[in-house]
């Protein structure tokens, strides 16, 4: 209800006066016991109402745009008080020259209340004032409230819709970064005229037919993801034959929700890190694990004893992959990356539902 009333406040033409109606009819139904008719009622809540949008509308239109919100906070201040004091004068002047005349019974008592019930006499008094500009800036605290709240909620929809944005980019730079190495394996064997090269092509397929088509909501079942490396690794095995020796442990529902293709560029990482240079056989160990509510994936992997002539290129999947993390799983991942002489590691946990 709250928000409706915002949006509807905000986009209106008109907000200052239909949020004068609300307030009218808010206060007037709330102290129709206190006057003696109802056409006196409605003059008194009127003009007060009158008076406290005529308030609201000086301060957040020209007082908070042109003063506060260009560095001028002591302009404002000043500002501030002498509006309030012009509004204070204006009060009483109404009191004392139109309610209590005119509506004599129900301000009999109000008149009582003050030592020196003349204009000047009025005028000094400071618990008077501090009152009375209460009263009268009660609706433009409402107003500021839901104008904060409106600006909070346009802040979170630009920064879900540059997350989104973010992601979308992320995910459309590491599906080519996939299917480039995913290419030159197939090259390879090709080359080679292997007849492995048709289940490659059909292995490769599933992949791409789960990348572009399957995975495109924000989180997917861990099934799904076990299955994309499975195939992943099967492609490598052909590609590789001896020259690695792959163990993939699992001790997952498969039930579990993640982020589409965040683990399998560690494993990604790893062939092409561990396997591509080796000449002699290389290992690499990938487990995955739910400990409660925390997911934990390990890939590693063994490194050539020498890389000669090795191509200095910038990787492109583990910063993609980080960036994904820090907002997918903000405050709600821990990466642990170990790179020794002999080893390379990435060890993930996720916190998940």
């Not at 090269?197 to 599933?206: C, D, G, Y």
């Not at 982020?259 to 240079?277: Q, R, Y």
């Not at 002699?280 to 004893?305: C, H, M, R, T």
Request: net charge positive; proline share 3%.
């Amino acid at each position: 209800m709250l928000q409706q009333l915002q949006g509807f406040l905000e986009a209106s033409k008109f907000k200052y006066l239909i949020f004068g109606v609300l307030i009218f009819a808010f206060s007037a139904s709330s102290s129709s016991w206190y006057y003696t008719s109802s056409s006196e009622l409605f003059i008194t809540f009127g003009i007060r109402v009158v008076l406290q949008i005529s308030l609201a509308y000086i301060i957040i239109e020209y007082l908070l745009k042109y003063l506060l919100n260009r560095g001028k906070p002591k302009i404002f201040a000043l500002a501030i008080t002498i509006t309030l004091l012009v509004f204070y004068v204006i009060c009483n002047l109404i009191f004392i020259y139109y309610f209590e005349p005119t509506f004599p019974t129900t301000y009999a008592n109000y008149v009582k209340r003050f030592e020196d019930a003349s204009f000047l006499g009025r005028l000094t008094n400071i618990s008077e004032f501090v009152s009375k500009s209460l009263y009268l800036l009660y609706p433009t605290l409402l107003l500021l409230v839901l104008k904060l709240y409106a600006e909070k909620q346009r802040l979170l929809r630009l920064n879900e819709q540059k997350k989104t944005a973010e992601l979308v980019a992320l995910k459309n730079q590491l599906n080519p970064h996939f299917l480039f190495n995913t290419l030159n394996n197939l090259y390879a064997l090709a080359l080679k005229k292997s007849d492995d090269t048709p289940k490659v092509i059909q292995k490769l397929s599933e992949i791409l037919d789960y990348i572009l088509y399957r995975c495109n909501e924000e989180f997917v079942s861990l099934n799904k993801e076990i299955e994309l490396i499975e195939n992943y690794l099967s492609l490598e095995k052909i590609r590789y034959e001896d020259r690695v020796k792959i163990s993939f442990s699992k001790n997952v529902t498969g039930q579990e929700k993640i982020a589409p293709l965040l683990l399998l560029t560690f494993v990604e990482n790893a062939f092409k890190h561990g396997v591509a240079n080796e000449m002699n056989q290389a290992n690499i160990d990938i487990n995955i694990s739910k400990k409660g509510a925390q997911l934990s994936f390990k890939v590693e992997n063994s490194k050539p004893k020498a890389t000669e002539n090795k191509e200095k290129r910038e990787s492109i999947g583990l910063p993609n992959i980080k960036k994904q993390l820090e907002l997918l799983y903000p405050k709600a991942y821990d990466l642990i990356i170990e790179n020794n002489t002999s080893s390379f590691s990435a060890n993930l946990k996720l916190d998940i539902l």
